[in-house]
T-cell receptor, first 115, second 113 residues
Framework: EADIYQTPRYLVIGTGKKITLECSQT?????MYWYQQDPGMELHLIHY???????EKGDLSSESTVSRIRTEHFPLTLESARPSHTSQYLC??????????????FGPGTRLTVL | AQSVTQLGSHVSVSEGALVLLRCNYS??????LFWYVQYPNQGLQLLLK??????LVKGINGFEAEFKKSETSFHLTKPSAHMSDAAEYFC???????????FGAGTRLAVHP
């Protein structure tokens, strides 16, 4: 069973606050991803990492930043939250084989609301 | 470049009826295709995937999908809908290196008695 965790599940916060969304996986996967999903819309890749100390920006531009100093941990940070950041953020990971057919395992998501 | 189009943002079926969710893809390389399901307030769960083996792929919960290269399609079907199938369904294609996925806009399936 996939074990990938995200906290908090729900976050309501005021404009200008700094926030960090946590994502951890216990599967030893090298590859990890962050997606942004607006209600009723597709997922857009905003960050990914293929190992410790490597991070890349995804297809959708985002003001958030990520870090990867441990294999199992891939936190996302917003230095100054704005209402336009209101969305659902999904974290995922995949195995280390490098094949394009590898499944991505998803966490339950964090629903962020910025007032 | 890869892309995915899901025809029909909402599909409604009766319990026991056939489920058909449509997905067309565009890919400059042999595609790897996925169907994921998302229940309310949850993450995505893999239903099935096509990775150039058999063109008819069987997944969990009685779903299956057929890869048709000539039609660039990968439609998802289930012979008999159950109330528990009500969810959002996403088709995705694997893009380039690092196993990145490109998702379609999703289809919300409603099942009524």
């Amino acid at each position: 069973e996939a074990d990938i965790y995200q906290t908090p599940r729900y976050l309501v916060i005021g404009t200008g606050k700094k926030i960090t969304l946590e994502c951890s996986q216990t599967m030893g996967h090298d590859k990890m991803y962050w997606y942004q999903q607006d209600p009723g819309m597709e997922l857009h890749l905003i960050h990914y990492s293929y190992g410790v100390n490597s991070t890349e920006k995804g297809d959708l531009s985002s003001e958030s930043t990520v870090s990867r100093i441990r294999t199992e941990h891939f936190p996302l940070t917003l230095e100054s939250a704005r209402p336009s950041h209101t969305s659902q953020y999904l974290c995922a990971s995949s195995a280390t084989s490098g094949r394009r057919g590898d499944e991505q395992f998803f966490g339950p998501g964090t629903r962020l609301t910025v007032l | 470049a890869q892309s995915v189009t899901q025809l029909g943002s909402h599909v409604s079926v009766s319990e026991g009826a056939l489920v058909l969710l449509r997905c067309n893809y565009s890919s400059s390389v042999p595609p790897y295709l996925f169907w994921y399901v998302q229940y309310p307030n949850q993450g995505l769960q893999l239903l099935l995937k096509y990775t150039s083996a058999a063109t008819l792929v069987k997944g969990i919960n009685g779903f299956e999908a057929e890869f048709k290269k000539s039609e660039t399609s990968f439609h998802l079907t289930k012979p008999s809908a159950h109330m528990s199938d009500a969810a959002e369904y996403f088709c995705a294609v694997s893009s380039g290196g690092y196993n990145k996925l490109i998702f379609g806009a999703g289809t919300r399936l409603a099942v009524h008695p």
